[in-house]
């Protein structure tokens, strides 16, 4: 019983190490209403935070959003370009 125990703890800690699973376990996360709703306020709250005190520090408008780019998850299957980028290209 004990050894069973164990190795699902084993298990369960190599889970955990791998990025697949780490991935996975915030996709079905994002999912659930609240849990979704309240990692979206989080990743909003830091990004205005952060754009802010670019801001506060000079630098312009631009180039703190660029900046800031990686902090919002993307949902699986947008593009990762910046939308300046991917009008010129939709444009040729």
């Known amino acids: 019983m004990l050894a ?9 800690g190599y889970g955990v190490l791998r990025p697949g699973f780490r991935t996975a376990v915030g996709r079905l996360s994002a999912r ?3 849990v ?3 990692i979206e306020l989080y990743q909003l709250a830091r990004l205005y935070r ?7 520090g000079g630098l ?6 660029e900046m800031t780019r990686g902090l ?3 949902p699986h299957g947008r593009s990762s370009r910046p939308p300046r980028e ?7």
């Open 4 to 12: 069973g125990f164990l190795a699902c703890v084993a298990l369960a």
């Open 32 to 34: 659930m209403p609240m």
């Open 36 to 38: 979704g709703h309240q």
């Open 50 to 56: 952060t754009v802010g005190m670019l801001l506060r």
């Open 60 to 65: 312009p408008v631009v180039t703190a959003f």
């Open 72 to 74: 919002l998850a993307r």
């Open 86 to 92: 991917r009008c010129a290209r939709d444009a040729r």
